[in-house]
């Protein structure tokens, strides 16, 4: 298999994704994945209840859809129907992404592919250039930025500033603990700082967005209200690296 850099493999996903949107007619934000993954790669899109009747011994099960098929639930979000179509798009596009890494299609172990997807699908919803842009307009606020790409999680917004060049910590808290804390210039635990904590407790408190200076940190939070948790996402900066 041949060997590649990170910056390599993120370049390559970055220009399939410019030449598939231009061959697509779609030259400005937002992506709609869900129009895409029908005209580009011919699925098929349907609605159906989930099967939560319980079976009796014999019954047939339903079968599972076959070809090209996305099947949504009547409960899934705007958001959740374009992850999952963006994901499908993913999944066709490793074939052409590999070839231009010099990688056999077909060679690559599973878990390849999967961290494949988990690469390409924001990627497609969020383009690097067009995205920079939004946030760089934003101020890096997620409220302000989704204006732009208004059917993208704003967890998923959240981690892709990590992929642009200002240093930043993201933290999504969930009831109180921390669930995932990522930083794109250093390893760092889920250990809150001073700032995150007492921004964490501003929003909880308020239900609003807030920003808190504190020990050489500043740390902007938002409220994420709906969903399971009482989810709070947290964008920490340093004064200096």
């Given at each position: 298999m041949s060997e590649f850099t990170p910056e390599e493999l993120f370049d390559t996903i970055d220009r399939q994704v410019t030449d598939l949107l231009a061959r697509f007619g779609i030259d400005s934000p937002p992506v709609d994945a869900l129009a895409l993954v029908q005209e580009a790669f011919g699925y098929s899109v349907r609605e159906e209840e989930p099967d939560d009747e319980p079976r009796q011994y014999g019954d047939r099960p339903r079968a599972k859809p076959r070809g090209r098929q996305l099947v949504f639930q009547p409960t899934h979000s705007d958001a959740a129907k374009q992850s999952l179509a963006a994901r499908a798009c993913a999944k066709e596009m490793i074939p052409a992404i590999l070839s231009k890494l010099g990688v056999v299609p077909g060679t690559e172990q599973k878990s390849a592919q999967g961290q494949l997807v988990g690469l390409i699908a924001p990627r497609l919803l969020l383009p690097t250039r067009w995205f920079a842009t939004a946030a760089r307009r934003g101020n890096s606020d997620l409220l302000r930025i989704r204006e732009t790409f208004p059917d993208v999680a704003?967890?998923?917004?959240?981690?892709?500033?990590?992929?642009l060049d200002d240093p930043c910590v993201i933290a999504i808290v969930d009831d109180g603990s921390v669930g995932l804390r990522r930083s794109n210039f250093a390893q760092l635990g889920k250990k809150l700082t001073a700032a995150e904590e007492a921004c964490a407790a501003k929003v909880r408190e308020s239900e609003e967005p807030q920003t808190v200076r504190k020990d050489d940190w500043t740390a902007r939070g938002w409220p994420i209200p709906t969903g399971p948790f009482d989810r709070?996402?947290?964008?920490?900066?340093?004064?200096e690296l």
């Open positions: 704003l967890e998923l917004i959240a981690l892709r500033l990590l992929d709070i996402i947290l964008r920490a900066v340093p004064d």
